[in-house]
């Protein structure tokens, strides 16, 4: 994204486990101000991939 650049409105998707060493191991979808929406913790060594839409 370049620097400047706005999000569009909406929820974010991340999977933190490359960010942190220990602590938030799991996926999470955080508000447009970074309020944390829904997160679902992980054991230690399994990381999430591929978000696709559910039903």
Do not use: K
């Amino acid at each position: 994204m370049a620097p400047g650049a706005r999000l569009a409105p909406g929820f974010n998707f991340l999977d933190p486990h490359q960010l942190v060493q220990e602590g938030i191991t799991g996926p999470m979808i955080v508000d447009n101000r970074g309020r944390t929406v829904w997160y679902h913790p992980l054991p230690q060594g399994v990381a999430p991939s591929n978000f696709q839409v559910q039903t």
